[in-house]
């Protein structure tokens, strides 16, 4: 009797997001490791040495550890994109709060009114769009216009810094294989192994995390996998 999958997602679709998941996992171990007495290192390194197994040698796919690694790499970036965006346009409005015209032609010109409505609802596209259009736009003059107020360039630069490696790591993602053509019973077997052992981890975290928005969404499956197709749609950065 062929064994059934205990998810209904395509395989690379999963492993990928248990992969995501993981490196979130490993993040927070330091915090995480408290509240359970097997959430180890050990334990850690385990679990992605298994899932990278699964991944090279059973779903068939590129092995270079880039491509292994896409999705991950494209959660870490998303979510600190968008703490230093708000973190940004949060100063900007302070700085500029007695010369509303002057704030509202800044935000406008860095891309923040066309796009920030639909990246705080976490459209990756949005995000890719923003981070383009604050790159393409922060001319040197505004540059000092902003750090004169006090803002610390290292945050424009980490800004600017995002569109590209956000982008790089969605092109790296969509170079995975999509899904292997027939998977037998041991890799089945396999597959259902991680899956649940992920799940458990998100059931766990995403409460404990539970007033953590960011944090708990990087242990929801469902919200890992949904941010990795909308990824998947991203074909050119958008002027």
């Known amino acids: 009797m062929a064994l059934n999958r205990n998810y209904n997602y ?4 999963m492993l990928m997001a248990s992969k995501t998941i993981t490196k979130s996992f490993t993040t927070n171990l330091p915090e995480l490791s408290t509240i359970r007495t097997n959430w180890t290192e050990e334990y850690a390194l385990q679990l992605d040495s298994q899932i990278d197994d699964a991944i090279d040698n059973q779903l068939g796919v590129d092995k270079k550890k880039e491509l292994r690694n896409a999705t991950g790499n494209l959660q870490a970036i998303q979510l600190p ?6 973190f940004l346009k949060t100063q900007l409005e302070v700085d500029f709060s007695h010369d509303k015209p002057k704030l509202s032609e800044m935000l406008n010109t860095l891309g923040f009114s066309k796009h ?6 976490k459209d ?3 995000l890719i769009a923003l981070l383009y259009h604050f790159k393409q736009n922060l001319s040197d003059e ?3 216009i902003i750090i004169s107020k006090g803002i610390n360039p290292a945050l424009l630069d980490r800004v600017i810094g995002y569109a590209g490696n956000l982008k790089q ?6 170079t995975l294989k999509t899904e292997t053509k027939s998977v037998s019973k041991d890799i089945t ?8 052992e992920i799940i458990g ?9 539970q007033y953590d928005e960011l944090k708990k969404d990087q242990f929801t499956f469902a919200k890992v996998i949904a941010n990795m197709n909308a990824a998947r749609k991203i074909s050119e950065p958008v002027n």
């Not at 994109?81 to 708000?86: E, G, N, P, V, W």
């Open 10 to 13: 395509k395989d690379v679709d």
């Open 81 to 86: 994109a968008m703490r230093d965006l708000s």
């Open 116 to 121: 920030l409505k639909q990246v705080q609802k």
């Open 124 to 126: 990756q596209e949005a």
């Open 142 to 144: 505004l540059r000092s």
């Open 169 to 174: 790591a969605n092109v790296s993602q969509e």
């Open 189 to 196: 077997l396999t597959f259902n192994t991680i899956y649940n």
């Open 201 to 209: 981890i998100c059931k766990i975290a995403s409460n404990y995390y």
